[in-house]
């Protein structure tokens, strides 16, 4: 993942915060997308200098470290939904009359 400034500050301001170190490697990423919110965030899975996995939030959304993998898994629920919901809007849209 290829961060801006803004973005790499915010990682290591979490990173330190949570784990107290700055020595970390960024393993992967993904959006994490809140309906109705003005901003979206992203969940990083970091290996600590130590070599455990461990997770951050970008922009210091309050999501604790442990927490991040349920919060993904009600991000993909809330996902599926708006998808489904989008889906019926459509075919509502395209039905007869």
């Known amino acids: 993942?290829?961060?801006e400034g803004w973005q790499k500050e915010s990682l290591d301001r979490y990173v330190h915060k949570a784990y107290g170190t700055d020595d970390y490697e960024v393993l992967g990423a993904t959006e994490m997308l809140?309906?109705?919110w003005e901003c979206d965030t992203d969940a990083v899975l970091i290996r600590l200098a130590d070599g455990r996995k461990a997770w951050a939030v970008m922009l210091c959304v309050n999501v604790p470290p442990k927490e991040v993998?349920?919060?993904l898994r009600e991000r993909i629920?809330?996902?599926?939904?708006?998808?489904?919901?989008?889906e019926a809007l459509l075919a509502k849209a395209e039905e007869q009359p």
């Open 1 to 3: 993942m290829e961060m």
């Open 34 to 36: 809140w309906s109705g």
């Open 69 to 71: 993998p349920d919060a």
């Open 77 to 86: 629920e809330a996902y599926r939904k708006a998808i489904a919901d989008t």
